[in-house]
């Protein structure tokens, strides 16, 4: 039995969830998204794996999205000795010159761009942030020499962020490109792209989407930079919905201004109408135990509070041993919380007068006439999904049911809060139509006698326009 909470589940598909029985139970527990991370991801799995959450989807009339996840540029150090260990105060060369093998005094830096792009004074730092270095001077060639701010043991291929500085680096590399190719030809419900820093590298997906399919898919940016954060404003005008990456932004910013910045960042979210998705180790205990901890605990509820669209798993489900546990978990946090009266919305209405003004309205009204009257639901027929996007961002108290005879938003949409979506391809007049989902809703359970719900739609309905129509119905 599939659940009724409106705050989505996004699981990181890995091997851990790779046969039908786990991921159907999973599905049932409570899971509204597969991730798929390209950074360990095998094409043909992966093929084999949307082959058969599509296949469940049909099966059971579920609508499982799937999310692909680009890695972005991981900038990373080359092999080193066995057991090399750093001091506090020695120094160290960073080389693109050669691959050499590392040791204590010289390192290899995968990143070719690495000494021009640093400067005297900024930081390097390694496998997530526990070894750090201060950088004391560039050539500007090929070598960096830095200072050991914190020391301990220096492994191979480890990770390297640089908080400091302005990596001349695109978003999407070679490897991005193939997997971004990858995904659109596999139909994917969306695209998270890793280390956004301006609106140019949305673009840049964008125009790669344009090229290699005729359908717009929309674009998760994950923000992990200082520099993303500084340009907030206009990547959130480029972008679909926003995925706050705790992992890399608690190494590229002090670990302590990561809640904080969590909480603006889906207040930034919920202001431009989009889904927020709060991610990394939000369960990470449940990797090996069956029980959370209590500040796990309070953390999803935090997020869920704050108003996350979605809060996401990645080695929980990935590789934990207990991938449908902590899915059931999570689904009885979320529960015990979403509904609460402590959770506001920004209240600012729309404002704009663009062309989509009037419907933006209408769903603003909507939202808000459904909690007056108590109206047990609103469906909206739409074609785009716009109107979930933007019903959603109200959290009305009502279900929010779409129908839809468009097939590609019927998963898409299962990322947003509270929406649930349903295929519809009648074309009869509004008063038909009206009074046939009116029905559907009431047997589905959602609506009984007496119940008023609220219905939206595009006056004439085959012209598949925008909304302008907002009609109370009573159920009889």
Known sequence: MLTNKK??????????????????????????????????????????????IRGLNEEFGYTTAILGDLQGPKLR??????????????????????????????VFMKYQNFPNDVNPGERILLDDGKLIFEIVETDKKSEVIARVIQGGELKSKKGVNLPNTKISLPAMTEKDIADAIFAIGQNVDWIALS????????????????????????????????????????????????????????VELPAHEVPLVQ?????????????????????ETMITSLTPTRAEVNDVANSVMDGADAVMLSGETATGNYPVQVIQKMTQIIEAVEDSPLIHVPQNTPQIKTKRFITKTICHHAATMANVIKAKAICTLTNSGYTAFQISAWRPNAHILVFTSNKRILTQLNLLWGVKSFMYSK???????????????????????????????????????????????EIE
């Not at 092999?79 to 204590?104: K, P, W």
């Not at 603006?264 to 990394?280: D, F, G, N, Q, S």
């Open 427 to 473: 074309d009869v007049s509004t008063d038909d139509t009206v009074t046939d989902i009116n029905e559907i809703v009431k047997q589905k359970g959602f609506v009984q006698k007496g119940d008023f719900l609220i219905n939206l739609a595009a006056m004439p309905i085959k012209d598949k326009g925008m909304v302008n129509t907002l009609r109370v119905s």
């Open 195 to 250: 280390f956004v820093k301006t609106p140019r590298d949305l673009q840049d997906l964008q125009e790669l989407i344009a090229e290699h399919s005729e359908y717009k898919i929309p674009i998760v940016a994950k923000i992990e930079m200082p520099e993303a954060l500084e340009n907030i404003d206009k990547i959130v005008a480029y972008c679909d919905a926003l995925m706050v990456a705790r992992g890399d932004l608690g």
């Open 77 to 106: 150090v080359g092999v080193m000795e066995e057991g090399v260990v750093v001091h506090d105060g020695d120094l160290i060369t960073f080389t693109t010159a050669e691959d050499i093998l590392g040791t204590a005094k010289k």
């Open 7 to 52: 705050t989505k589940i996004v699981a990181t598909l890995g091997p851990a969830c790779s046969t039908r029985e786990i991921i159907k139970d999973m599905i049932d527990a409570g899971v509204n998204v597969f991730r798929v991370n390209f950074s360990h991801a095998d094409y043909e799995d992966v093929k084999e794996k949307i082959n058969l």
């Open 263 to 283: 909480k603006e960042l889906i207040r930034r979210a919920k202001t431009a109408r989009i889904p927020v998705i709060v991610a990394t180790q939000m369960m």
